[in-house]
């Protein structure tokens, strides 16, 4: 089988380490990216392995989730609800370092940084996120975001921001469109809870207005829920479009507001929320981490680059094969990785990870619904797999004490998640 030689080349280069680290006093684990991925990296790593040394390397000062932001597109919460800063990681003993990581060299084992500092690792976590391919949809950059707002890395917030005042100043009887892009992008239902919670602000205060959602896909996650529940809370308001039904947008005018299609269809609209495809942030690309598509392919049973031993990517920059692009799996694989990462260093075998997944979407104020998956190592395709029926959707039906209980468990998931990551 082809597995044997890669995963003995790769313990040999694993094992070579925890000599360093023994010469060195503590094994130096360094961090980079502290969202989701990372800062459960660094705070898990020093909760469980304190004999780490740990340096966590993040570009900004504090961190605007993602999750729940569309519930601040629909003015439910305010930007500071869901803003976070590091002192918690400082109190754990991690050394955090607010700047950019500029060139990662995995063969010296070393990371420049923007400031000029370069720091020395034993083994690093990359969980950079993504980035924007602005290069993807004619019309469409970083300019163009300024009139239509992509508001999919939340970043300081002002896209977030901007999208909530566009919303807010739209008349009574506008069109919201929104764009949603090809599989794979950071988090498969997020469009269509935004989709949701902007019916939910629109049905509240402009009720005369239309959701127009052009979309590169078919079909899309938990879709019969999101369309029963469009359905019961919000008739008529909501158009979605498959790509085989001209879905699919070509080009943007943020000049004239108008968005094409692939058939030459042009809609104009009053506010476009433009989600453009996406690919792993710029240092893994820069680190030639990332393959063609884009991702960064790892050993799913460390998190560990194909590309470059000693460095383990977790998160929405990582190829994950089925698994999806979410927080909640950020944080799994980021506690697979320590592991891995800590066991490697000692010169023991990885243990076997597991991945956890559920995804609680937001339809109204009180109204929430979830898939749920586990993950494990398919040693035949080294590749991540779904256990068989380990999870599954909501149930579908008129069920609004259900759907009232997962709001409340989205609240609850979102409380731990955050103390996993800062507390
Ligand atoms: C609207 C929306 C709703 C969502 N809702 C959910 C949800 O309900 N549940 C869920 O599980 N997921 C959800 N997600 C997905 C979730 O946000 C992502 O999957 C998650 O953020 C991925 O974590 P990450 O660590 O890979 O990247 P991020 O959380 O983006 O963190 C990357 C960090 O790296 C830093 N960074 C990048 N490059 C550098 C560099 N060169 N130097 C220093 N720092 C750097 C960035 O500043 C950032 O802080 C949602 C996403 C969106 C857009």
């Known amino acids: 089988m082809t597995v ?53 390397v993040e570009q900004r000062r504090s961190y605007i989730t993602c999750p729940y932001s569309n519930r601040v597109l629909a003015g439910d919460l305010a930007l500071a609800d869901i803003t976070f800063g590091y002192e918690g990681l400082r109190a754990r003993g991690v050394r955090v370092v607010h700047d950019r990581a500029v060139h990662l060299d995995p063969v010296a084992r070393r990371l420049r940084l923007g400031g000029g500092e370069t720091l020395s690792y034993d083994r690093v976590i990359l969980s950079p996120g993504i980035v924007l391919r602005y290069d993807a949809l004619e019309g469409y950059d970083e300019a163009a975001s300024a009139r239509m707002p992509h508001a999919w ?75 029963d529940a469009w359905q019961a809370l919000y008739p008529g308001m909501i158009e979605w479009v498959s790509a085989a039904n001209d879905g699919r947008v070509v080009r943007v005018d943020p000049e004239d507001m108008v968005l094409e299609t692939e058939f030459g269809t042009r809609h104009r609209v009053s506010v476009a929320n433009v989600i453009p495809p996406q690919s792993a942030a710029a240092i893994a690309i820069d680190a030639g981490l990332a393959d063609s598509t884009g991702w960064v392919p790892v ?32 944080n799994s694989e980021a506690k697979a990785a320590v592991s891995a990462a800590a066991a490697l260093l000692r010169g023991e075998a990885p243990p076997e990870p597991i991945f956890v997944n559920t995804c609680y979407s937001h339809i109204g104020p009180e109204y929430a619904i979830s898939v749920a998956n586990i993950f494990r190592v398919d040693e035949e395709s080294r590749s991540f797999a779904e256990v068989p029926n380990s999870g599954g959707t909501s149930p579908r039906g008129d069920l609004p004490e259900q759907r009232r209980l997962e709001a409340l468990y989205a609240d609850g998931w979102y409380a731990s998640i955050i103390r996993s990551m800062f507390g």
């Open 4 to 56: 044997a030689l890669p995963r003995r080349a790769l313990l040999g280069a694993a094992l070579a380490a925890p000599a360093l680290a023994r010469a060195q006093g503590a094994a130096r684990l360094l961090v980079v990216g502290g969202g989701f991925g990372g800062a459960t990296a660094a705070s898990y790593a020093r909760r469980e392995h304190p004999w780490l040394d740990v340096t966590l």
């Open 153 to 227: 890395t939340a970043a300081d917030g002002a896209q977030i921001t901007l999208l909530r005042r566009q919303l807010q100043a739209m008349p009574d009887g506008g069109v919201v469109g929104l764009v949603i892009p090809p599989n794979p992008y950071r988090c498969p239902p997020g469009p269509y809870e935004r989709i949701s919670l902007i019916a939910s602000y629109l049905s509240k205060h402009k009720p005369r207005s239309k959701i127009l959602a052009l979309d590169a896909k078919e079909a899309f996650s938990k879709q019969a829920l999101f369309q």
């Open 299 to 330: 050993d799913p049973r460390t998190l560990e680059s194909r590309a470059a031993a000693g460095v383990h990517v977790v998160g929405d920059a990582m190829f994950p094969g089925s698994m999806p692009k979410s927080g909640f799996l950020a």
